[in-house]
């Protein structure tokens, strides 16, 4: 799977649980550029984007996710696996 799928997939994602279909998602963007973030909705997305690609993350792994680009690099080496 190619970065710009995964991109692309998280945004689907994160367009779903923030309700809002004109979200745009940037590699660097964090928790504190999404009004409406809080730890409710984070685990939503978490589970929301295992459920989207198929994977699960453990959850020590949950700890380094801190940008979009983190969520990205995480999902494509769980899918190159």
């Known amino acids: 799977m190619q970065a710009t799928d995964i991109y692309e ?19 660097a963007m964090t928790p504190a550029e999404l009004p409406g973030w809080d730890s409710a909705r984070y685990i939503t ?11 699960r993350f ?13 969520f990205a690099h995480r999902i494509q080496r769980k899918i190159a696996h």
Do not use: C, K, M, N
């Open 58 to 70: 453990q959850p020590a792994e949950l700890e380094s996710l801190r940008t979009i680009s983190d």
């Open 9 to 27: 997939g998280l945004t689907e994602v994160f367009q779903d649980v923030f309700d809002d279909d004109s979200l745009v998602l940037g590699p």
């Open 45 to 55: 997305l978490v589970v929301a984007t295992e459920a989207h690609f198929g994977i």
